[in-house]
């Protein structure tokens, strides 16, 4: 399955994005899809996922209370609305898609290129 992210970019601090994930072909019930970030150096943190059947959802104790993902399924596409952003949200973002409910990047089998935030001060 390939995907596209789109919605990055630079924003002020207490600002908002709305992130997009397309992915190119259909998404299953059985699928989860996720987001997470990464920062030069480190591994991806997870940030966020769906489970596309039932569209239960968990997110990092990072961005809970600030970030809200969702789900089209027609258009099978996951997006991941960030609010009151800090500093310490920039990173690149990427969606990934997995067969397993996990907060582990090692449990997804493709991702999308990433896209870029950054937060400024």
């Known amino acids: 399955v390939q995907l596209v992210e789109s919605g990055g970019g630079l924003v002020q601090a207490g600002g908002s994005l709305r992130l997009s994930c397309a992915a190119s072909e259909r998404i299953y019930s059985s699928n989860f899809m996720a987001w997470f970030r990464q920062t030069p150096g480190k591994e991806h943190e997870f940030v966020s996922r769906?489970?596309?059947?039932?569209?239960?959802?968990r997110y990092a104790d990072s961005v809970k209370g600030r970030f809200t993902i969702s789900k089209d399924g027609p258009k099978n596409t996951v997006y991941l609305q960030m609010n009151s952003l800090k500093p310490e949200d920039t990173a690149v973002y990427s969606c990934a898609i997995g067969r397993y409910s996990s907060n582990s990047y090692r449990d997804y089998d493709d991702w999308g290129q990433g896209t870029q935030v950054t937060v400024s001060s």
């Open positions: 769906i489970g596309w059947g039932f569209g239960n959802t």
